[in-house]
């Protein structure tokens, strides 16, 4: 397959990363990594509610690194955006649009045509009886809001670029995790939401968005100790330490602020348990072998040893990733900051 250079976005609340790079022979290669802040009440939930905002600072920040690049990806996440594992009649390959269109209006509480339908085929089912004989399709459903949809290409329009790709940022991350053969759950602590996605032999089989995230440890320190929000973050990140053996914890007001955070993590991280229990439940065998981190939230010090007892399931930092090679200028320790719109850049 061909292939050249885009331009990945990935469009959060707080902050919009920004990734060049190629996929070939089965690997990332990224050039440059740009990331800034998201201005302020001009994204919510996804939604572009002040595309002109957006647009300056884009467009600012490309003319500042001198990118050329036309093609663009852009990755999101909202609650708006629809996944659910479906069980469908297997059908022909020119069929198939149609029958899981069919299965969709039946089964979710839509209007179809307010929506952009895309799946993922995760099994075949035989039928094994005379009862069942039809063989079935196990998928995944994404339904896209056609209004989101319009959002991200008028904004590409701005910017004088080829809009190529609309990417989810579960779909996104879990292209890079494609030829693990374990269950694993990908984390993402973001600003605003948590974003849990289980993958098992390298497919999707299950998504959940947790609305507490980071945001939620910056506000308690900032109400605790009477600060604003940005005092609150700049405080959380120079000295919260959640290790046990870190003999800095034992001054008191260090040992307070700990206290603080955890009271409220331990919140997250129970959810966190809640939603990988649910997944547990849903069929006899179902287990998660390994967690895997990442994301603003997930760079608390010690915070994967501090999940990892809670869960009793190993808890990883994702740190790098052995089918991403890093342009040289790059800093690997920022990696876990950009996988989503890394992840967007693989088609297959």
């Given at each position: 397959?061909?292939?050249?250079?885009?331009?990945?976005?990935?469009?959060?609340?707080?902050?919009?990363?920004?990734?060049?790079?190629?996929?070939?022979?089965?690997?990332?290669?990224?050039?440059?990594?740009?990331?800034?802040?998201?201005?302020?009440?001009?994204?919510?939930?996804?939604?572009?509610?002040?595309?002109?905002?957006?647009?300056?600072?884009?467009?600012?920040?490309?003319?500042?690194?001198?990118?050329?690049?036309?093609?663009?990806?852009?990755?999101?996440?909202?609650?708006?955006?629809?996944?659910?594992?479906?069980?469908?009649?297997?059908?022909?390959?020119?069929?198939?649009?149609?029958?899981?269109?069919?299965?969709?209006?039946?089964?979710?509480?839509?209007?179809?045509?307010?929506?952009?339908?895309?799946?993922?085929?995760?099994?075949?089912?035989?039928?094994?009886?005379?009862?069942?004989?039809?063989?079935?399709?196990?998928?995944?459903?994404?339904?896209?809001?056609?209004?989101?949809?319009?959002?991200?290409?008028s904004l590409a329009d701005?910017?004088?670029?080829?809009?190529?790709?609309?990417?989810?940022?579960?779909?996104?991350?879990?292209?890079?995790?494609?030829?693990?053969?374990?269950?694993?759950?990908?984390?993402?602590?973001?600003?605003?939401?948590?974003?849990?996605?289980?993958?098992?032999?390298?497919?999707?089989?299950?998504?959940?968005?947790?609305?507490?995230?980071?945001?939620?440890?910056?506000?308690?320190?900032?109400?605790?100790?009477?600060?604003?929000?940005?005092?609150?973050?700049?405080?959380?990140?120079?000295?919260?330490?959640?290790?046990?053996?870190?003999?800095?914890?034992?001054?008191?007001?260090?040992?307070?602020?700990?206290?603080?955070?955890?009271?409220?993590?331990?919140?997250?991280?129970?959810?966190?348990?809640?939603?990988?229990?649910?997944?547990?439940?849903?069929?006899?065998?179902?287990?998660?072998?390994?967690?895997?981190?990442?994301?603003?939230?997930?760079?608390?010090?010690?915070?994967?040893?501090?999940?990892?007892?809670?869960?009793?399931?190993?808890?990883?930092?994702?740190?790098?990733?052995?089918?991403?090679?890093?342009?040289?200028?790059f800093n690997e320790e920022?990696?876990?900051?950009?996988?989503?719109?890394?992840?967007?850049?693989?088609?297959?």
């Amino acid at each position: 397959m061909f292939s050249k250079k885009v331009l990945s976005i990935d469009m959060g609340s707080k902050n919009t990363k920004i990734v060049i790079g190629e996929y070939k022979k089965n690997k990332l290669y990224i050039d440059n990594t740009i990331m800034i802040p998201t201005p302020s009440n001009s994204l919510e939930d996804g939604n572009i509610i002040n595309k002109d905002k957006i647009v300056e600072a884009l467009d600012n920040i490309l003319g500042m690194n001198e990118i050329n690049i036309k093609d663009v990806y852009f990755t999101t996440n909202s609650k708006e955006i629809i996944n659910r594992e479906m069980i469908v009649p297997k059908a022909e390959e020119d069929e198939l649009d149609t029958v899981v269109e069919f299965e969709v209006q039946q089964y979710l509480p839509i209007i179809l045509d307010n929506y952009v339908i895309q799946y993922q085929v995760l099994e075949e089912i035989k039928g094994e009886s005379e009862e069942a004989s039809i063989d079935k399709l196990r998928i995944m459903v994404v339904a896209y809001p056609k209004s989101m949809v319009e959002q991200y290409l008028s904004l590409a329009d701005e910017l004088e670029l080829n809009p190529k790709v609309l990417d989810v940022n579960f779909n996104a991350i879990s292209k890079l995790f494609k030829n693990n053969i374990e269950t694993i759950a990908l984390v993402d602590i973001g600003a605003e939401s948590i974003n849990i996605n289980i993958v098992s032999n390298g497919k999707i089989e299950f998504t959940r968005i947790i609305q507490k995230a980071g945001d939620l440890l910056d506000k308690t320190i900032a109400f605790r100790y009477d600060l604003d929000i940005e005092e609150g973050e700049k405080r959380k990140k120079q000295y919260v330490d959640l290790r046990e053996d870190n003999e800095d914890n034992k001054e008191q007001v260090l040992e307070e602020l700990n206290t603080v955070v955890k009271e409220k993590l331990n919140e997250i991280i129970e959810d966190v348990g809640k939603v990988v229990q649910f997944y547990k439940n849903k069929n006899v065998g179902n287990k998660i072998d390994k967690i895997y981190i990442y994301g603003g939230g997930s760079r608390l010090k010690g915070i994967e040893e501090y999940s990892e007892a809670i869960l009793n399931i190993p808890v990883v930092k994702i740190n790098s990733m052995t089918n991403v090679v890093l342009g040289k200028n790059f800093n690997e320790e920022d990696l876990d900051y950009y996988l989503n719109s890394i992840g967007a850049i693989i088609r297959f």
